[in-house]
């Protein structure tokens, strides 16, 4: 019988964004999302004015060893599926204007969100390379991260 064992893989994007939930006021905006709502407070002209991060998105995977290659799933292609996913999709984007679900407002595109859209895009792909996704998490900042492993209510 072959060991099952999770194996995780990491991937970098830059990405600019603001917090706003259009169907709030400004104020409501403001008091919830502060700075990042994307509003400066001495400018009530001023909407819509993003900030960037730094993310590191962490997939993890678990899935049989296999007998002959020694690997649960090889790194270089599980590399290819997270560039294609995520890399090309978020990497250099402004996230309210340019990138599928977040754009003009669908999604507020919170590290949350991005952890679940990940999910998403992930869980089906890995399904068919014989691996099940076990957990995404999405770092904005060294400090500040978020974990998603499939559970809706």
């Known amino acids: 019988m072959n060991p099952i064992v999770e194996i995780k893989k990491e991937v970098f994007f830059e990405a600019a964004h603001y917090l706003h939930n259009p169907r709030w006021s400004r104020e409501k905006n403001l008091a919830v999302f502060k700075r990042c709502s994307g509003y400066r407070l001495e400018d009530p002209k001023v909407e819509g004015l993003p900030h960037g991060h730094?993310?590191?998105?962490?997939?993890?995977?678990?899935?049989?060893?296999?007998?002959e290659s020694?690997?649960?799933?090889?790194?270089?292609?599980?590399?290819?599926?997270l560039d294609r996913e995520v890399k090309d999709r978020f990497d250099?984007?402004?996230?309210?204007?340019?990138?599928?679900?977040f754009k003009n407002g669908k999604i507020i595109p919170s590290a949350e969100n991005i952890a679940v859209v990940l999910w998403d895009a992930l869980v089906?792909?890995?399904?068919?390379?014989?691996?099940?996704?076990?957990?995404?998490?999405?770092?904005?900042?060294?400090?500040?991260?978020?974990?998603?492993?499939?559970?809706k209510k």
């Open 54 to 67: 730094s993310y590191r998105a962490v997939v993890s995977l678990e899935g049989t060893v296999d007998s």
């Open 70 to 81: 020694g690997f649960v799933m090889d790194f270089r292609v599980l590399k290819q599926i």
């Open 92 to 101: 250099h984007r402004f996230l309210n204007r340019e990138a599928e679900p």
């Open 124 to 151: 089906s792909v890995m399904k068919k390379e014989g691996v099940r996704l076990m957990r995404v998490e999405v770092w904005e900042s060294p400090g500040s991260g978020v974990v998603y492993e499939g559970r």
